[in-house]
């Protein structure tokens, strides 16, 4: 079973305040990624990270930034919300010794909406 | 031009048949993987079914089975004794094999519902 965990599962805030989505996971994986998704649509891939102290950009420009400081951790961090930000924001890690595939785990998700 | 292609945006299925969802790839790497997620409506993604391009058989995970027709660059996912628990949106995803990161391509998904 996938121990990855997201928080808030649901926030909803105020158009020019900052936020910040947590991400960990606790199976020591060394890949992580965060995804963007608009409700019933695909997933577009916007931040992901080789280990620590790496971040790339992804698929899909976003004004968000990422840090890896820890192996365990992923937050995501938006310096002004704006109503475009609103969707569904998914992270994923890989590259465990415990995956047949190597296939990706991912969290719950956390909905944002911002007014 | 899109490398992975779910054409079917919505299906009905009625419990206890099967059903297949489609799924369409586009790749030049001779070395690639295929996975099947599923996203119920609490949001999170659940790995089904995986296959890989030199894998001789199709994969089969319990009710769930790929239909890998390579040359047709087809994997279509073949959910049998269809239950109400499988209603949800399903994701087809492609791994390229250069690919250091582990990334995932996302088709645009099925939403399937299963009627009682």
């Known amino acids: 079973e996938a121990d990855i965990y997201q928080t808030p599962r649901y926030l909803v805030i105020g158009t020019g305040k900052k936020i910040t989505l947590e991400c960990s996971q606790t199976?020591?994986?060394?890949?992580m990624y965060w995804y963007q998704q608009d409700p019933g649509m695909e997933l577009h891939l916007i931040h992901y990270s080789y280990g620590v102290n790496s971040t790339e950009k992804g698929d899909l420009s976003s004004e968000s930034t990422v840090s890896r400081i820890r192996t365990e951790h992923f937050p995501l961090t938006l310096e002004s919300a704006r109503p475009s930000h609103t969707s569904q924001y998914l992270c994923?890690?890989?590259?465990?010794?415990?995956?047949?595939?190597?296939?990706?785990?991912f969290g719950p998700g956390t909905r944002l909406t911002v007014l | 031009a899109q490398k992975i292609t779910q054409t079917q945006p919505g299906m009905f299925v009625q419990e206890k048949e099967a059903v297949t969802l489609d799924c369409t790839y586009d790749?030049?790497?001779?070395?690639?993987?295929l996975f099947w997620y599923k996203q119920p409506s609490s949001g999170e993604m659940i790995f089904l079914i995986y296959q890989g391009s030199y894998d001789q058989q199709n994969a089969t995970e319990g009710r769930y089975s790929l239909n890998f027709q390579k040359a047709r660059k087809s994997a279509n996912l073949v959910i049998s004794a269809s239950q109400l628990g499988d209603s949800a949106m399903y994701f087809c995803a492609m791994r390229e094999g250069n690919n250091a990161g582990n990334m995932l391509t996302f088709g645009g998904g099925t939403r399937l519902m299963v009627k009682p």
């Open positions: 199976m020591g994986h060394d890949k």
């Open positions: 790749t030049s790497d001779p070395s690639y993987g």
């Open positions: 994923a890690s890989s590259d465990g010794w415990d995956t047949r595939y190597n296939e990706q785990f």
